[in-house]
């Protein structure tokens, strides 16, 4: 069984329609949010989400992508930490339904999609990048973080221009602007 859910997120087809199908997956969430989010949770959420992107700035920061390995910033402490920001990220979204299933088919579905799209990133980081990022694989976990390794000096690193280069810019503006449009919608017209 667990094989099957695996197959489907390794799918090339299946992965393909979700690609299309995510702006409108995004606009139905929205939707619903207008009209069944709970205001009381608003700070809570935003708070959430912050600190998912707050870890996904850090990492658009320091990654250099399909260049070089990138051993600096929050992938001293997981090979991983985009996804890890984008799960709090969403889970911020989530937690504004008020909903202990809601949020539990979430985290569970988005382990899912983890766990599977890290597994194909993988397998093409190390064709990519040989044996350094095998080395690398070794040394740090792929989802938890090492906190060990916070005093290292490699983990203070957080470059602008990368961030820029990025898009991450973008990525705080769009936060910030749907939490806003939410705020405004429910403490206005609701």
């Given at each position: 069984?667990?094989?099957?859910i695996?197959?489907?997120?390794?799918h090339?087809?299946?992965r393909?329609v979700?690609?299309k199908?995510?702006?409108a997956?995004f606009?139905a969430?929205?939707?619903?949010?207008?009209?069944y989010?709970?205001?009381?949770?608003?700070?809570?959420?935003?708070?959430?989400?912050?600190?998912?992107?707050a870890?996904q700035?850090?990492?658009f920061?320091?990654?250099?992508k399909?260049e070089?390995l990138?051993?600096?910033?929050?992938y001293?402490?997981v090979?991983n930490?985009?996804y890890?920001?984008?799960?709090?990220l969403?889970?911020?979204?989530?937690?504004?339904?008020?909903n202990?299933?809601i949020?539990?088919a979430?985290v569970?579905?988005?382990?899912?999609?983890?766990?599977n799209?890290?597994?194909?990133?993988?397998k093409?980081?190390?064709?990519?990048?040989?044996q350094?990022y095998?080395?690398?694989?070794?040394r740090?976990?792929?989802?938890?973080?090492a906190?060990?390794?916070?005093?290292?000096?490699?983990?203070?690193?957080?470059?602008?221009s990368?961030?820029y280069?990025?898009?991450g810019?973008?990525?705080l503006?769009?936060?910030?602007?749907?939490?806003?449009?939410l705020y405004f919608?429910?403490?206005?017209?609701?």
């Open positions: 069984m667990l094989q099957a695996h197959d489907i997120f390794n090339p087809g299946a393909k979700f690609l199908l995510r702006y997956l606009l969430v929205l939707v619903l949010l207008a009209r989010a709970d205001a009381s949770r608003l700070l809570m959420a935003f708070l959430v989400s912050l600190f998912g992107e870890i700035l850090w990492s920061a320091a990654l250099v399909n070089q990138t051993a600096r910033g929050p001293v402490l090979r930490p985009m890890l920001g984008r799960f709090f969403i889970l911020g979204v989530v937690l504004l339904f008020g202990d299933y949020t539990l979430y569970v579905f988005y382990y899912l999609y983890m766990v799209r890290v597994g194909r990133e993988e093409r980081l190390a064709e990519l990048l040989g350094p095998r080395d690398y694989c070794a740090v976990n792929r989802f938890l973080p906190f060990g390794r916070l005093f290292d000096p490699a983990v203070r690193f957080f470059n602008w990368v961030l280069r990025n898009n810019h973008w990525n503006l769009a936060m910030l602007l749907f939490y806003g449009a919608y429910v403490a206005y017209f609701r």
